[in-house]
């Protein structure tokens, strides 16, 4: 009664394993501050959660900006980007007379761990719109300038940190002092801030370069300076002004070039006989194998698709989580031997009888498909496994071609402000289970941490030993993804679980404006989740 939701979190802290940075009244979520707590009920929540982490990792990146302009020479910053997730931090670059050297790096690290000391306050300020722009055109921001000219509201949320004022979509920490943990590593062009993750939110995880996936990212940003779509401002100016249907048949006759690429890529190296595809969840692994197969036969050869949950053991042999529950994710939840015994015999030139699996019973049944594999034939295989060498440990290298494909998005928010490729794959992911399996957004939210782990434990470990990557993404996928997947978010209640990520995910789709689906080639990527595509999927 009466106390601060600051000092009520200062005094329960001892009663937390890891920090406290958020907090809920009756239920909604609020950022520490002076608020009067009177006869309310509030529940903590700490570094080591999915939201507080996130809250974490976005307090440092203003720690970082306004220790650069603290450090940095007068004028001589003309811009701060924070472009993409690399190695469990951001990939960040600086625009102006500044060299991102290890000896600029370590003043602005000294001078983020000097500002963590001092424990000053992050502070949020309502302002007029006109106001942040202004502020937006001092500090050169022009892609929050451009970002807001397509807000409704008056009004903006600002965060000052001694002085430096800066907008963020999302919350913040209350102060500086449990920004504790962070790193900066020099890397490319740039240098990468290294951040703790939930399950560790008191340890900087080590730095490994992720140089092919860096590669991707960096390309598909060259894409976007291009096209002149960097950012959701950019898009919705090109929604403005009515010149999308262009921009869309440029950006999927790019992803085509790339599919090209892989096949030309394929062809000069002999002896492949099997491609191998994993990727994380709605990543567009089915629509991509169709097309790549396409380009296949338009180059001699005959591709069979293959999946490797074909090849899952009988029910009861599968293994068990944590929980008890089936794993169907473990790799030991695939008959590997069976695999790698057709696979070898198909190499040998032999007829093979193809599993199908009965995912009712829980058994592989045979129904006569054969297969048997010529001069020209060729293996589509797809499964989360299938950059795992444990998985075709049998096979010759030379006999395998590996390809990652992710939708690496390369658009941003703002400057500051990532849109990040999970959120991208999760609206995805909505959209399609409610329009293939008739689910609901509260069941895909409420068994997507579950499928988060999975991909940490199997397929992330591997995508550097991939032999090429595919990035999925298209830039304005979320204008046309948004009408579908926001009656979706509305429909999740205050008191369900799943309501805050629900309303997170609409405060995002908010920046963006909609555009039609009606242009999307039939042959995209994005109809194996909207729907009217060409492909069985």
Request: charged share 25%.
């Amino acid at each position: 009664m009466g106390k601060t939701l600051y000092e009520l979190a200062k005094e329960a802290q001892n009663q937390y394993e890891h920090a406290i940075i958020l907090a809920k009244v009756n239920g909604r979520l609020e950022e520490l501050s002076d608020k009067e707590i009177t006869d309310q009920q509030v529940e903590f929540i700490t570094i080591g959660s999915n939201i507080g982490n996130e809250t974490y990792r976005r307090s440092v990146i203003l720690l970082m900006l306004q220790a650069i302009y603290k450090v940095a020479p007068k004028d001589s910053v003309k811009r701060v980007g924070v472009q993409y997730s690399i190695s469990k931090g951001f990939y960040c670059d600086i625009a102006g007379d500044i060299a991102c050297t290890e000896e600029f790096l370590a003043k602005v690290k000294a001078q983020m761990l000097m500002d963590v000391e001092s424990d000053f306050p992050i502070t949020k300020k309502t302002i007029k719109t006109s106001e942040a722009l202004e502020l937006f055109r001092k500090y050169k921001m022009m892609d929050k300038t451009k970002l807001f000219q397509y807000r409704i509201g008056s009004y903006v949320n600002i965060y000052d940190l001694d002085g430096f004022q800066d907008y963020f979509y999302g919350y913040m920490a209350p102060s500086t002092g449990i920004l504790k943990y962070f790193d900066l590593f020099a890397y490319s062009d740039g240098f990468v801030l290294q951040l703790p993750v939930r399950s560790a939110p008191e340890e900087v995880p080590e730095f490994k370069p992720q140089d092919k996936v860096f590669s991707v990212l960096k390309e598909a940003t060259e894409w976007a300076d291009m096209l002149q779509l960097s950012t959701v401002g950019d898009l919705n100016e090109h929604i403005t002004n009515g010149d999308m249907e262009s921009l869309v048949l440029v950006q999927e006759a790019l992803q085509e070039q790339k599919i090209v690429e892989l096949v030309n890529e394929i062809q000069k190296r002999k002896g492949v006989k099997f491609i191998m595809i994993a990727g994380p969840s709605s990543s567009g692994k089915t629509t991509f194998s169709h097309r790549l197969s396409i380009q296949l036969r338009a180059n001699g050869y005959k591709p069979h698709p293959i999946g490797v949950d074909d090849y899952f053991v009988e029910r009861e042999q599968t293994p068990k989580d944590e929980n008890g529950e089936y794993n169907f994710e473990d790799i030991h939840a695939i008959d590997i031997e069976l695999f790698n015994h057709h696979m070898h015999e198909l190499l040998e030139g032999k007829e093979v009888h193809m599993p199908t699996f009965n995912f009712k019973s829980g058994r592989k049944e045979y129904r006569g498909n054969t297969l048997q594999l010529g001069e020209e034939d060729i293996l589509v295989i797809e499964g989360i496994h299938c950059l795992n060498d444990e998985l075709s440990y049998s096979l010759p290298v030379e006999s395998k071609f590996k390809i990652y494909i992710s939708a690496l998005t390369q658009l941003n928010v703002d400057e500051h402000n990532r849109v990040s490729t999970t959120d991208g794959r999760l609206i995805r992911r909505m959209v399609r289970d409610y329009r293939t399996r008739g689910a609901s957004a509260k069941q895909t939210l409420s068994m997507w941490e579950s499928v988060r782990k999975g991909e940490e434990k199997n397929i992330f470990p591997f995508q550097e030993e991939a032999d090429a990557m595919f990035n999925s993404a298209m830039a304005y996928e979320l204008a046309v993804l948004k009408p579908y997947v926001e009656p979706l978010l509305f429909s999740i209640k205050p008191e369900e679980p799943e309501y805050q990520e629900a309303k997170r995910l609409l405060k995002f789709l908010d920046y963006f404006l909609t555009y039609s689906s009606d242009m999307i080639p039939i042959d995209s990527i994005l109809r194996e989740f909207v729907g009217g595509g060409c492909f069985r999927v």
